[in-house]
């Protein structure tokens, strides 16, 4: 297997470090989030574009550089097996299924919440134009108790980043690779990938159930790990099924 960086790594390398860079010099950011970050379908800011432009987009530099190194050190690997064509398409659906999930999941917490207040009598209209206006009525806080914090942040929330797209080429890398050893920065002890990356997953399945952040920071959106994770699993399975991880495309 040779060395180095390959084709479509490479440039979906300097995509990201394009649109990071966007990010500090048009309009103090502020405007590059609203056009390419991933907002709530809800939240009038979200437009349909964001789903694939959230996953150019990083938040900070260590952000872009974690992610941007395991799309260097995982995903050259899987593009030499795969070829160009294949690794982008598996990306892209890996992010795409990443989004997915993640909306899917913040649908429930905003659902959870809306009911609750429809419920106490509120109208449905009069809670999205409240939300839609950055605002939210005090008078929701003893309503939704323990829920309010999740139904305001479903709904004011962001996402971006490719984490979900690289925790697809994560499994991919796994399943061609099983016996392939991976350590964590902070946890430097060799663990082969068909253990360390179920371990990583389930890390962030738990993450993202209870709310309690145990490696990454708290605003991390756990539940788009666990999509692209899943989404990588899927394509992988369907592809070998039907013999197509037999083909490159190049």
């Not at 900070?60 to 593009?79: D, K, P, R, S």
């Not at 160009?84 to 959870?112: P, R």
Request: proline letters at 4%; a neutral charge; hydrophobic letters at 50%.
């Amino acid at each position: 297997m040779r060395q180095g960086i390959t084709d479509a790594v490479k440039h979906l390398l300097i995509i990201n470090v394009v649109m990071f860079i966007g990010t500090l010099v048009i309009g103090n950011g502020e405007a590059f989030y609203q056009w390419f970050a991933l907002y709530f379908p809800q939240n009038p800011n979200f437009q349909p574009w964001q789903i694939l432009t959230h996953i150019f987009m990083h938040g900070n530099f260590m952000h872009i550089a974690f992610n941007m190194f395991a799309l260097w050190m995982f995903g050259t690997a899987v593009e030499q097996v795969f070829g160009w064509k294949k690794f982008i398409v598996f990306y892209l659906l890996s992010g795409f299924g990443a989004a997915l999930i993640q909306l899917a999941f913040l649908y429930f917490q905003y659902n959870t919440g809306l009911t609750t207040l429809i419920d106490s009598g509120i109208s449905q209209t009069e809670v999205v134009s409240i939300l839609s206006e950055g605002k939210y009525s005090t008078a929701w806080v003893p309503l939704l108790g323990d829920h309010f914090d999740s139904f305001i942040g479903a709904f004011n929330g962001t996402m971006v980043g490719a984490s979900g797209a690289i925790m697809g080429v994560l499994v991919a890398f796994g399943m061609l690779f099983p016996e392939n050893k991976l350590m964590l920065i902070f946890l430097p002890i060799p663990i082969k990938a068909k253990y360390f990356i179920p371990a990583i997953i389930a890390l962030d399945l738990f993450s993202g159930l209870t709310g309690q952040s145990i490696f990454s920071p708290s605003n991390t959106a756990y539940m788009a790990h666990v999509g692209g994770a899943l989404t990588g699993f899927l394509l992988m399975y369907f592809w070998k099924k039907n013999e197509m991880d037999k083909y490159r495309w190049n």
